[in-house]
């Protein structure tokens, strides 16, 4: 029976990780922070308006819970 020993096994593309000059270097900043892909971007945008929607009404609660309290206080 044979043995086959595979020494080194890279899925394809990463040689362009492993190389002395990657791709990676060239990029600027705004490249770098504009790059995105699958689900992760939409489910950031959407916990982002979650959170943001969630404060504006704590805020606008917090704002009428004050003008209830100050109307009571001026009965």
């Known amino acids: 029976m ?3 020993t ?5 899925p394809a593309g990463a040689d ?3 190389d002395s000059e990657s791709f990676l270097d060239y990029l600027n900043d ?3 922070y504009s790059v995105s ?3 992760v971007q939409t489910i950031t ?3 982002k308006t979650v959170v943001t ?3 504006a009404c704590g ?5 009428a819970a004050v003008a209830v309290i100050a109307w009571t206080l001026s009965k």
């Open 2 to 4: 044979v043995n086959i």
């Open 6 to 10: 595979i020494s080194e096994l890279r």
């Open 16 to 18: 362009l990780l492993f």
């Open 30 to 32: 705004d490249e770098l």
């Open 37 to 39: 892909g699958g689900a």
């Open 45 to 47: 945008t959407t916990i």
């Open 53 to 55: 929607t969630t404060f």
């Open 59 to 63: 805020v606008l609660v917090g704002i």
